[in-house]
């Protein structure tokens, strides 16, 4: 692959994974910044879908496993490198599945306020949480709650970054090294017989229809890929979140729950949610619900509708195991689409057949943890001609398309 050519890549595409791409390229050894220009494409804002909108859970145990030891390890040297500690928010966490029978959701005022939690102390609910197999310092859950507790992994093999600061920091530290930042919609890949020639896009700013020439395109439009690249096999979920101020700071662990509890209508019968919580280092919780398919993919991040009420289930299943969460302050209610591989499996990175033209795509609930690894390959695709840093031939767009 020539290298010592001059290029113009073109990344369509502002989340995690065309940030992460960015990066990578900027720091390949091929990459010179005379010869090689690279612009990022985003259609609204840097991280406005859900690479900015995630939980943020880093695991050695996450899909494919092609990937993720690669990507685990670029998390924690990106974090040593550039401070990710304070910039993102990186650090090693402990993670659990629970099982916790929840009280029915009281208003604020009904409550006895956050003094209920001391409760934790006294010998009865220290006993309780420890029949649950809770650890001792899981200790913002309410101890009459809990069922049961089985550790997943602890630091070492996982971990946590804010996705919505590591987004914006590594697409900044992308264009401190020469990346260009373009807020323009991408609405064609113009080719000719031998390869991409240029992308089409209307500008954000001024509604004007532009072209960037191209001679490397990477789609990582996540779940707007196929709209970008019709032949691409990637469907959307919608999934809703809340942040939440807990009444007092909790300890780091990462949290999938499955919570029984009374039906609102019918008190006689109960309903299981399965909200995963996220304790963050800033000192808010993170919480999330399922996905749903109420609501078509809409045109732009910024179009995207949150459905209050199922924001305030998400609210009322993690209050009901946790009186740090339910009487908390809800700082954001939010949803935000998943891009996933129609077929399953995913992500699918690589070549598409086309001189030039590359997918980043696909990445489902693991494109944080898998975001640096997806961006060091395609430097790799790109500047080498293939994957280097792992062997991903099951993830090969031409096997999907
Ligand atoms: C609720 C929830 C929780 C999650 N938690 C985790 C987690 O804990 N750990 C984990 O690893 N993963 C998690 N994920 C998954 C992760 O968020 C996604 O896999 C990842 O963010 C996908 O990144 P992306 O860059 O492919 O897509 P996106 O973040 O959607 O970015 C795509 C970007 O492309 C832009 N775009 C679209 N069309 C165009 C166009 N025509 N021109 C230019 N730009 C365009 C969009 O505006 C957007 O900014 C979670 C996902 C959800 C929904």
Not at 302 to 314: G, R
Request: glycine fraction near 10%.
């Amino acid at each position: 692959m020539a290298t010592n050519t001059k290029r113009e890549i073109v990344i369509i595409g502002g989340g995690i994974i065309g940030s992460c791409s960015a990066y990578y390229l900027t720091r390949h050894p091929s990459y010179d910044p005379a010869l090689h220009k690279i612009t990022l494409l985003e259609a609204s804002e840097i991280a406005g879908g859900a690479s900015g909108k995630a939980g943020g859970l880093l695991a050695l145990w996450a899909y494919p496993s092609s990937i993720v030891p690669l990507s685990f390890k670029l998390h924690a040297q990106l974090a040593k490198e550039h401070n990710g500690k304070d910039r993102w928010g990186y650090r090693e966490v402990n993670c659990g599945q629970l099982i916790a029978k929840g009280h029915a959701a009281q208003d604020k005022k009904e409550g006895t306020g956050p003094s209920v939690s001391l409760q934790k102390r006294d010998p009865a609910a220290i006993g309780k949480l420890r029949a649950a197999g809770i650890p001792p310092d899981l200790d913002w859950l309410n101890a009459d709650s809990l069922r049961g507790y089985e550790s997943m992994s602890g630091p070492g093999e996982t971990a946590q970054v804010h996705p919505y600061l590591f987004t914006t920091s590594i697409t900044k530290l992308a264009e401190e090294k020469g990346v260009n930042i373009v807020l323009g919609k991408a609405t064609g890949i113009d080719q000719e017989s031998d390869g991409v020639k240029s992308i089409s896009y209307t500008d954000k700013a001024s509604g004007e229809s532009r072209t960037i020439p191209a001679t490397d395109v990477i789609v990582s439009a996540g779940p707007w890929t196929q709209a970008v690249y019709p032949p691409a096999p990637i469907s959307a979920t919608r999934a809703h979140s809340v942040v939440i101020r807990p009444t007092r700071p909790v300890s780091a662990y990462t949290l999938f729950t499955n919570i029984e509890l009374p039906s609102p209508s019918n008190p006689k019968r109960s309903t299981v949610t399965t909200p995963e919580i996220y304790a963050r280092p800033d000192d808010t919780v993170y919480a999330c619900g399922d996905g749903d398919h109420l609501v078509p993919l809409p045109e732009t991040t910024a179009d995207v509708e949150v459905d209050e009420l199922l924001c305030q289930d998400i609210i009322n299943s993690v209050g009901s195991i946790s009186d740090e969460l339910k009487f908390g302050d809800v700082a954001k209610r939010q949803a935000c689409y998943l891009p996933n591989v129609a077929a399953g499996g995913g992500p699918l990175i690589g070549h598409t057949g086309i001189k030039g033209l590359y997918l980043a795509s696909g990445h489902t609930c693991w494109g944080i943890q898998n975001a640096p690894g997806t961006g060091k390959l395609i430097s790799e695709f790109v500047f080498e001609g293939s994957a280097k840093s792992a062997k991903i031939a099951a993830l090969d767009p031409q096997r999907y398309m």
